[in-house]
C-alpha cells in the first residue's frame, strides 16, 4: 500500500496547514480479523484467569475445615474421658466431669458450641465455638462411650468418631 503524502488544510483566514496524520486507516478485513482474535483469546484467558483464582482458594478452605473439625473431635474426646457421666438431651450432648461441672455441646444456627455449668450455677453460661459450618450432627449413646456424626456444609459424606468412658463411669439416655 502506498502512503499518500500529508495533506494540506486550509484556515478560515487563507492559511495553510500540513496534516500529520496518515488517513487512510485501516481496511474493512483488517478489522474483522482482529475482532475475531480478540474474541477467540478473551474467554480462554478469562477461564485461565478463573481456574487459577479458584484452585488457591479451594485447597486450603478444606484443609481449614478438616483441621477444624479434627480439632473439635479431640476436645470432644478429651472431655468423654474426663466425664463420669454421659446424656444426650435434644440433638444435645451433656457430661458431667468428675469436679462435676457440666458440659454442653448443642448446634446453634450453623455452629456446634460448647457451654459449661459450674456446680454452684443452675443454668449453663458462655459459649466457645467449637466448629463451624455444619450442616447436620448427630450424638448417639452406646454401652460404651458415644458416637459423634457430623456433616459439615459442602462435603458430601459424613465424618463419625466413637469416644468411650472409662469403664467405672455411667451413660445414662433419658
Aim: proline share 3%; aromatic share 8%; net charge neutral.
Amino acid at each position: 500500500m502506498e502512503k499518500q503524502p500529508a495533506k494540506q488544510k486550509k484556515t478560515t483566514d487563507g492559511r495553510k496547514i500540513q496534516s500529520l496524520t496518515d488517513e487512510s486507516g485501516y481496511t474493512y478485513i483488517e478489522v474483522v480479523l482482529s475482532l475475531f482474535i480478540f474474541t477467540l483469546c478473551t474467554p480462554i484467558l478469562l477461564s485461565l484467569l478463573y481456574y487459577f483464582t479458584q484452585a488457591g482458594t479451594e485447597l486450603p478452605l478444606k484443609q481449614m475445615q478438616m483441621g477444624a473439625r479434627d480439632t473439635f473431635l479431640s476436645i470432644v474426646e478429651q472431655d468423654v474421658k474426663e466425664a463420669q457421666s454421659l446424656q444426650v438431651n435434644q440433638d444435645r450432648l451433656q457430661m458431667q466431669l468428675l469436679n462435676n461441672d457440666w458440659i454442653q455441646y448443642k448446634k446453634k444456627h450453623n455452629q456446634l458450641i460448647r457451654q459449661v455449668k459450674h456446680p454452684q450455677n443452675d443454668h449453663f453460661s458462655g459459649h466457645m465455638i467449637v466448629l463451624n459450618a455444619v450442616q447436620d450432627h448427630q450424638f448417639i449413646l452406646d454401652e460404651k462411650g458415644v458416637l459423634i456424626t457430623i456433616r459439615m456444609e459442602g462435603d458430601l459424606k459424613e465424618h463419625t468418631m466413637v469416644t468411650y468412658l472409662a469403664k467405672r463411669r455411667e451413660i445414662s439416655d433419658p
